[in-house]
C-alpha cells in the first residue's frame, strides 16, 4: 500500500485521498468558515464513497447554510447571516477538488459560483459593505476584493496582499490568513491569478512563473486605493505561493516585505527528486526536455499508481500549467525557478518550513541563498502545525507570521 492510500493519523474520512481535502475547512475554523462538526457530518455522509458522494456531501452542506443564512437575512439578522454565508462559501470550495482536470466537469463550476456568490453575500454584509474589484491585467482583469482592516475601514494602514498556489482561491485565502491580518490592523488584498480560481474555471488561463508581472499589475491597482500606505505593502503566498510570492518580490521593489510559507525557489527539483528514486541516471541535473520515452514512460506508469499523484500532476497540474501532456509538464515546471533571480528579493523575507511538508525540502538551500534581510520559521509535528502549509493549524502560523510583519513593518 503506498503512502498515499495508507491511512493517515487524525483522519476524519475513510479515503485517504479524501482527507486530504477534507479537513481544509478544519483550517478555516479559527476564521468562521466551518466549526468541527460540519466536517466530521460531511465525512460520515460520505463514509466509503467515490468522489460524487464528496462533492455531493460538501454541496449539500454548502447548501443548508446558505438556505439558513437566507432565511436568517429575511429575519433581519445581517450579523448572523454573514457567518451562515462564510461557512457555505467554505463548504463549497471544499467540494470540488478531487474532480479536477479536464475536460472540465460542469459540477467544478456550478459549486464554484456557488462559493463566490456565498461570499460575495458575505462581503456585502460586512460593516461596511465590501464590493468586488477587477485589476487591470493584460488584456482583461483579475477578479478580487480589498478588505479594509476590521474596525478601521477609513484609516491609511499597510496592506498584506495574499497569493494562493496551485490549487487555492480567493475564498480559501480568506480564512486561512485574511481574517487574522483584519484582525491585526491590516487591509487584506485577495485576488486570483492566472491558473487560479475563477481565471482557470471560467476563463482557461494557465499559471505562469513570472509573478513580478502579475503582482506589478496587483500594486498598481493596491497605490491607486486611498486607504493604502503605499510604503508598508506586503505579500504572502502559501503552497505554490510560497515560490510565487518571492518570484515576485525578486522583480517588484514596491514590496516592503514577503512570506514565503512554505519557502520554494525551484519547483523542479521536487521532480528530480521523484526521477532519483526511480535510479534516472544524473536526475539531479537532467534537462527535462532531454528525458527519453523509455524514462517518461517510467515515470508515467509511477504516477499512474498513485492516486494522488496522479491528482497532483495529471489532473491538476495538466490543467493548471496547460500541459498537454508529461513532457510539456516538465517543460513548464522547468520555468519555475528563483535560482538566477534570487538576488533580486531586496525586501525583508519570512520563509517557513513546515516538518512533514515535502515541499520544504529545499527551503533551507533557498534562506541561504537570500541575501536580504531574512527569518526562517519552522514548525513541527508536535504543535500540530507539521503539515503542509500548517493547514490543520493555522492560527499558529498566523500568530507568528503577523508578529514578524509586525515587527518588520512597524504596524500599529
Known amino acids: 500500500m503506498s503512502p498515499h492510500t495508507a491511512r493517515r493519523r487524525n483522519q476524519l474520512f475513510d479515503s485517504a485521498f479524501h482527507d486530504r481535502f477534507g479537513q481544509w475547512p478544519v483550517g478555516c ?18 463514509g466509503d464513497g467515490d468522489d460524487s458522494a464528496f462533492y455531493d456531501a460538501f454541496v449539500a452542506s454548502g447548501d443548508a447554510h446558505a438556505a439558513d443564512a437566507q432565511s436568517l437575512l429575511t429575519a433581519g439578522r445581517r450579523r448572523s447571516a454573514r457567518a451562515r454565508f462564510l461557512r457555505a462559501s467554505c463548504m463549497y470550495a471544499a467540494a470540488y477538488h478531487p474532480i479536477y482536470g479536464t475536460p472540465v466537469d460542469p459540477r467544478l463550476p456550478a459549486a464554484f459560483d456557488k462559493q463566490m456568490d456565498a461570499f460575495r453575500a458575505a462581503m456585502e454584509l ?52 485574511g481574517v487574522a491580518a483584519l484582525d491585526r490592523g491590516y487591509h487584506v488584498l485577495l485576488f486570483d491569478g492566472p491558473g487560479q480560481g475563477a481565471m482557470l474555471y471560467h476563463r482557461g488561463v494557465p499559471l505562469r512563473p513570472d509573478w513580478e508581472t502579475v503582482i506589478a499589475a496587483v500594486v498598481d491597482h493596491a497605490t491607486t486605493v486611498p486607504i493604502v500606505d503605499r510604503s508598508r505593502i506586503a505579500l504572502s503566498g502559501w503552497s505554490l505561493g510560497g515560490y510565487l510570492a518571492p518570484r515576485a518580490a525578486s522583480g517588484e521593489p514596491r514590496l516592503a ?24 541516471p544524473d536526475a539531479d541535473t537532467v534537462a527535462f526536455d532531454s528525458l527519453d520515452d523509455a524514462t517518461l514512460t517510467r515515470l508515467a506508469t509511477a504516477i499512474e499508481s498513485d492516486r494522488e499523484m496522479h491528482w497532483q500532476i495529471v489532473q491538476r497540474g495538466y490543467w493548471t500549467t496547460g500541459a498537454a501532456d508529461l513532457r510539456g509538464f516538465l517543460r513548464t515546471l522547468a520555468g519555475f525557478t528563483l535560482k538566477d533571480r534570487v538576488g533580486g528579493i531586496r525586501c525583508p523575507t519570512l520563509l517557513t518550513a513546515a516538518e512533514d511538508d515535502p515541499l520544504a525540502a529545499d527551503t533551507c538551500t533557498f534562506f541561504d541563498a537570500l541575501t536580504c534581510p531574512k527569518t526562517l520559521l519552522r514548525f513541527t509535528a508536535a504543535e ?27 504596524a500599529g
Open 126 to 177: 460586512s460593516d461596511p459593505p465590501v464590493r468586488p474589484v477587477g485589476i487591470p491585467f493584460e488584456d482583461g482583469a483579475l477578479p478580487g476584493y480589498l478588505v479594509p482592516a476590521t474596525g478601521r475601514a477609513d484609516e491609511v494602514r499597510p496592506l498584506l496582499i495574499l497569493t494562493n498556489g496551485f490549487d487555492a482561491t480567493i475564498t480559501d485565502m480568506y480564512f486561512a490568513s
Open 257 to 280: 516585505a514577503c512570506i514565503a510559507d512554505p519557502g520554494q525557489w525551484d519547483i523542479a527539483d521536487a521532480i528530480r527528486r521523484f526521477l532519483a528514486a526511480l535510479e534516472v
Open 384 to 410: 500540530g502545525a507539521g503539515e503542509h502549509t500548517e493547514v490543520i493549524n493555522r492560527s499558529l502560523y498566523n500568530q507568528r507570521a503577523l508578529d514578524w510583519l509586525d515587527g518588520t513593518l512597524r
Open 29 to 46: 475554523i479559527p476564521a468562521g468558515g466551518a466549526d468541527m462538526g460540519d466536517v466530521v457530518a460531511v465525512a460520515n455522509a460520505v
